[in-house]
């Protein structure tokens, strides 16, 4: 199972807040005034660019949308919102390669985005895993709400073998969406069901994972919001 997040849905509501203002040594406030409005006129039209996009993409009109997205970071080269969105696509497209490089320009510019975190780490579950829960476990730190991002940490925990540290993910990850539940594995089910939490303490101990560099520190369907 794979939920991912789709920030290509929730580009326009965010970008519209995420304005940087030119910053002039000049004290003739004429001067001031015009470099204002030129930052706002650039803000401005960014803003009306994504949201093209975002309609563009609705319509399923891809070409359009990345070429519009393009558009977007040719006015302000470090908005996140379209660099996410060109990774989304480019990771509905099978193009890896893509939509990393896409991610990663995004989390230049904001390295607690969670939802670039959570779709890179989609990419890298079963070749680095390592790494894909670092991304994780950052998204869950930057949004302890991520119910789907703590489901994949289950996912890639029992798959290291480390089953009490997937169950404890799992359960998190149910008790913030219950209907997760009947996608959790049949062996950590029963545990991860919304209610009580069992009693562990015939548990057997298991390995502490040392792997992982950071402990504490992301679908493919472009109109769900993040």
Known sequence: MRRMWTGVGVALTLATGAVVWAVTTHSDPASNDAVLDHANGKRLAADALLESGLLQVRHQEIPHAKATFKRVLALDPKNKFAWYNLGVLAQNEGREADAHHAYDAALKTDSSYTSALFNKALLLETGDPDTALNLLRRAVAADPKASTAYFH?????ARKGLDKQARAAYRQAVELDPSLH???PQAFGGSAAPGPAPDETTETTE???TTESNKS???NKSTENS
């Open 153 to 157: 940490i289950g996912e890639t925990l």
């Open 182 to 184: 009947p996608h959790v």
């Open 207 to 209: 390995t502490t994972e």
């Open 217 to 219: 520190n992301k679908s």
